[in-house]
């Protein structure tokens, strides 16, 4: 493989892990935005039935609603995704610096056999 595919596998690669990681620091941010949305929709539907909510019972509640735990599994597995891909892209690096660093190796040798 050349220097160059080399070298654009790991610009692609890169680019792939960059995305992956927007997209996981977006999820983590929104874990905030709909545990608030949880918490208030509770209090808001206690108090349409005339009952009253804690905040501190409505965050109970909020945190062990199968909403919020789906957006936790799918936040865990925007995470692992981006630091897959990150791995990946490393790998890809190193790998174009070991066929430079071969390429220079065979250059001086090539140098001492003449």
């Not at 997209?23 to 929104?30: I, L, T, V, Y």
């Not at 692992?80 to 250059?107: M, P």
């Amino acid at each position: 493989m050349t220097r160059d595919e080399l070298r654009e596998r790991w610009r692609l690669a890169t680019i792939a892990a960059i995305e992956a990681e927007d997209r996981a620091a977006r999820a983590k941010e929104g874990k905030a935005v709909l545990f608030d949305t949880l918490v208030d929709t509770l209090i808001e539907q206690a108090e349409e039935k005339g009952e009253r909510l804690s905040q501190s019972k409505a965050e109970r509640i909020a945190r062990t609603s199968d909403q919020f735990k789906s957006y936790l599994r799918k936040m865990h597995d925007l995470r692992r995704a981006a630091e897959l891909l990150r791995l990946d892209a490393q790998d890809k690096d190193r790998r174009y610096w070991e066929g430079v660093s071969s390429e220079a190796t065979y250059r001086a040798e090539m140098r001492m056999t003449q």
